[in-house]
């Protein structure tokens, strides 16, 4: 009755053509249409025979990954997964892509590392089913996006507030679709911030890269967390890639700590652990926000801080790219306001404009 996920695999290593074919064949739900060497070889089977969902390497021969994916973004718009290797040099192409259109970045194994393929089948069969039911955005969206976080004048039109007496902390859920949403969500606020942890799921080199172009783009902090980095107003920290990220009261001061506890929801970092931590120190003193991506993580944690007094935020499903974990946290009780992106920002500072005049 359900038809099964077209897949195509675009990557130049007939090695790794192999290995992804190999990772597929399992599943009932998914097909795969094509194999290309190069983005030519994967245009005519796309015209062909319209793939659901494509994964897509960066480095090729004849055109690179990029100059193919925003072709077929603007003239045969398709779900992109990014098949790329850790390393910063990857990262930067990756979130690149991410800013064309691609839905997701999957990390590429190491050659030593085929004995663990059977254990990393089943995390990419969900991306690519994830990937099938995503909205795609599109390119033209993300530039319009990018190019309005750089208007700082735009910025400073928001009500502006005073960080030393709005110290709430803010708490931020996402995963695929987020790279972008949170620029969004970031765009929105003024110059100085309360506190703004994330927990972005990416793969580890990533967060490092992502959170350093980030920081060139806003008049606020921005960087990767680090092992015991202290909570401040208009920093903004982003849990590593592999590491949860926990709030830990250190005497009178608010830092981070890192930890390797067990993967939750097949994913290290994860939300959960770093909301509940919020939810246990903060109380009421917090704000949580569950933007789009897949899965369930950061509803459990999202409805612990609502429990313990914080106002509570979750992304809308027609503003997502994937609505999973927003709807997670919505049918857990766990949301007070759903609401479009963009208008999560100014929704948050007109309530903490509002609890700065009450107090």
Same mark, same amino acid.
């Given at each position: 009755?359900?038809?099964?996920?077209?897949?195509?695999?675009?990557?130049?290593?007939?090695?790794?053509?192999?290995?992804?074919?190999?990772?597929?064949?399992?599943?009932?739900?998914?097909?795969?249409?094509?194999?290309?060497?190069?983005?030519?070889?994967?245009?005519?089977?796309?015209?062909?025979?319209?793939?659901?969902?494509?994964?897509?390497?960066? *480095?090729?021969?004849?055109?690179?990954?990029?100059?193919?994916?925003?072709?077929?973004?603007?003239?045969?718009?398709?779900?992109t997964l990014i098949f790329?290797?850790?390393?910063?040099?990857?990262?930067?192409?990756?979130?690149?892509?991410?800013?064309?259109?691609?839905?997701?970045?999957?990390?590429?194994?190491?050659?030593?590392?085929?004995?663990?393929?059977?254990?990393?089948?089943?995390?990419?069969?969900?991306?690519?089913?994830?990937?099938?039911?995503? =909205?795609?955005?599109?390119?033209?969206?993300?530039?319009?996006?990018?190019?309005?976080?750089?208007?700082?004048?735009?910025?400073? =039109?928001?009500?502006?507030?005073?960080?030393?007496?709005?110290?709430?902390?803010?708490?931020?859920?996402?995963?695929?679709?987020?790279?972008?949403? %949170?620029?969004?969500? %970031?765009?929105?606020?003024?110059?100085?911030?309360?506190?703004?942890?994330?927990?972005?799921?990416?793969?580890?080199?990533?967060?490092?890269?992502?959170?350093?172009?980030?920081?060139?783009?806003?008049?606020?902090?921005?960087?990767?967390?680090?092992?015991?980095?202290?909570?401040?107003?208009?920093?903004?920290?982003?849990?590593?890639?592999?590491?949860?990220?926990?709030? *830990?009261?250190?005497?009178?001061?608010?830092?981070? =700590?890192?930890?390797?506890?067990?993967?939750?929801?097949?994913?290290?970092?994860?939300?959960?652990?770093?909301?509940?931590?919020?939810?246990?120190?903060?109380?009421k003193n917090a704000i949580?926000?569950?933007?789009?991506?897949?899965?369930?993580?950061?509803?459990?944690?999202?409805?612990?801080?609502?429990?313990?007094?914080?106002?509570?935020?979750?992304?809308?499903?027609?503003?997502?790219?994937?609505?999973?974990?927003?709807?997670?946290?919505?049918?857990?009780?766990?949301?007070?306001?759903?609401?479009d992106l963009a208008d999560?920002?100014?929704?948050?500072?007109?309530?903490?404009?509002?609890?700065?005049?009450?107090?």
């Amino acid at each position: 009755m359900n038809q099964k996920v077209k897949l195509l695999i675009v990557d130049d290593s007939a090695v790794m053509r192999k290995i992804l074919t190999h990772m597929f064949s399992h599943s009932d739900q998914i097909e795969i249409i094509g194999q290309a060497p190069d983005p030519f070889v994967a245009r005519e089977i796309m015209l062909e025979n319209k793939p659901d969902v494509m994964i897509l390497d960066i *480095e090729m021969p004849k055109m690179d990954g990029l100059t193919f994916l925003e072709k077929v973004m603007e003239f045969m718009p398709t779900r992109t997964l990014i098949f790329s290797g850790v390393a910063p040099a990857h990262s930067q192409t990756a979130l690149k892509a991410l800013e064309l259109g691609a839905i997701d970045v999957l990390e590429k194994p190491a050659m030593d590392s085929m004995s663990n393929l059977d254990a990393l089948a089943p995390a990419m069969v969900e991306k690519v089913l994830s990937a099938a039911k995503a =909205r795609i955005i599109s390119k033209h969206v993300h530039t319009l996006k990018t190019s309005h976080t750089n208007n700082h004048s735009a910025t400073s =039109r928001v009500t502006p507030f005073n960080s030393k007496t709005h110290s709430k902390l803010i708490a931020i859920a996402s995963s695929t679709g987020g790279t972008e949403a %949170l620029k969004v969500f %970031l765009s929105t606020l003024p110059p100085n911030p309360p506190p703004i942890i994330i927990t972005q799921h990416m793969p580890p080199v990533f967060t490092k890269t992502y959170a350093e172009t980030l920081n060139t783009k806003f008049p606020f902090e921005v960087k990767e967390g680090a092992d015991g980095d202290k909570i401040l107003p208009g920093r903004v920290l982003i849990a590593p890639g592999n590491y949860h990220m926990e709030l *830990e009261k250190n005497g009178i001061q608010l830092c981070v =700590r890192l930890n390797q506890k067990p993967i939750l929801h097949g994913v290290r970092p994860a939300a959960d652990y770093m909301m509940k931590s919020v939810a246990q120190l903060l109380g009421k003193n917090a704000i949580g926000i569950v933007l789009t991506g897949m899965g369930k993580d950061g509803a459990q944690g999202l409805l612990s801080m609502k429990q313990q007094g914080a106002v509570t935020f979750a992304q809308s499903e027609k503003t997502c790219v994937v609505f999973g974990m927003p709807h997670a946290a919505i049918q857990l009780g766990a949301v007070d306001n759903v609401l479009d992106l963009a208008d999560i920002g100014p929704a948050l500072i007109a309530l903490l404009s509002s609890n700065s005049k009450a107090a």
